[in-house]
């Protein structure tokens, strides 16, 4: 009987995605909660033909070039700035992402981000923990209206778009910018494309839905800020290194904007001794913006089938870097 496949899996993941992959190849699975430590990975993937990796590992040349036999990198996550693509397309390595499952429960909480930020729900929720609720006052923990505010969306891809379509029910107005104009959306959605500029001087609320590249690396900076309305809030549920956090700060300080509301930061975890955590006007969350069950288990079945397909020398489903197979990118 021919080998079978060696994967390792980076993580305890959702039951019937183990059991795909246990049909078709040998599974190494790193059970803890918690990420594999870096020496355990480099040291377990020397003899795996797959990789089924969560955001939290980096893949890289380092990695790459102990796994010789490494034939599919199946990352479980929409992003995959943790791995680096054009090393893979160097030894033709497939890299397989989960697009379009998440984009709803992401979406979601971003909204959930942004009601909880305008309407300083967190606030009054230790307010009320602490035992300080003595009378109804009309100036108790005033925020800033939701509806009809103008939506700032930097990013229109799958998400950002789920986002503007949530905003519609609120009555707001939706502007973004983006790499590309997205005709189809503002068509649908009503929304607005604008330069970076207006989007930082018209948003009430600017939602950040691009991805991490060198690009967009701290593309939110002082600079841009600075640009912003003083009763602005900014939410991110993409990459935390799209935003400066020392410019974050000073800005939620100073009073530049209002408001932060963070499913992602950088450094990720944030630690719990960042300056970010003591201001009353920012609220982190522990990246979760996909964690429902229903999404994670799509999330994880997507990434076994990108795996196996990978291990099995087939095109993968979801492929980030179609040029491996050597004839021009996938359609989405
Ligand atoms: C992703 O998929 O990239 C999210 O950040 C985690 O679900």
Redesign the pocket.
């Given at each position: 009987m021919a080998e079978r496949p060696r994967v390792l899996v980076t993580r305890q993941v959702h039951p019937d995605a183990i059991r795909r992959m246990a049909d078709v190849c040998e599974l190494d699975i790193w059970t803890e909660d918690r990420p594999i430590p870096r020496e355990e990975l480099l040291a377990r993937v020397v003899d795996k033909d797959g990789l089924y990796c969560m955001?939290t590992e980096r893949v890289d040349e380092e990695l790459l070039a102990r796994a010789p036999r490494l034939r599919v990198v199946s990352n479980?996550?929409?992003?995959?700035d943790n791995v680096d693509v054009a090393a893979c397309v160097r030894r033709g390595i497939p890299v397989g992402?989960?697009p379009g499952v998440?984009t709803d429960a992401?979406a979601d909480l971003a909204f959930a981000l942004i009601l909880a930020a305008a309407r300083r729900l967190v606030e009054a929720v230790d307010y009320v923990r602490a035992g300080r609720w003595q009378t109804w006052s009309p100036s108790l923990l005033l925020g800033h209206d939701v509806y009809g505010a103008t939506l700032g969306i930097l990013g229109m891809g799958r998400i950002g778009a789920a986002v503007a379509r949530r905003a519609t029910g609120f009555g707001m107005r939706v502007i973004y910018h983006s790499r590309r104009r997205h005709e189809e959306v503002e068509a649908a959605l009503g929304a607005t494309y604008v330069d970076l500029n207006t989007l930082l001087q018209e948003a009430d609320v600017l939602s950040i839905h691009t991805p991490l590249t060198p690009e967009t690396y701290h593309l939110i900076g002082e600079a841009e800020l600075r640009r912003m309305k003083p009763t602005a809030i900014l939410v991110n549920?993409?990459?935390g290194g799209v935003v400066d956090p020392k410019a974050l700060y000073r800005a939620l300080q100073e009073g530049w904007i209002a408001y932060a509301a963070l499913d992602?930061t950088e450094p990720e975890p944030i630690p719990p001794d960042d300056p970010l955590l003591t201001l009353p006007n920012c609220i982190v969350v522990p990246?979760i913006?996909?964690?429902t069950q229903a999404?994670r288990r799509r999330?994880a079945l997507i990434a076994a089938e990108n795996l196996i397909a990978g291990v099995q020398g087939k095109r993968l489903p979801y492929c980030v870097n179609p040029e491996v197979y050597g004839n021009g990118p996938d359609k989405e």
């Open positions: 955001l479980m996550a929409v992003g995959y992402n989960t998440l992401t549920t993409a990459r992602v990246h913006g996909s964690a999404t999330m």
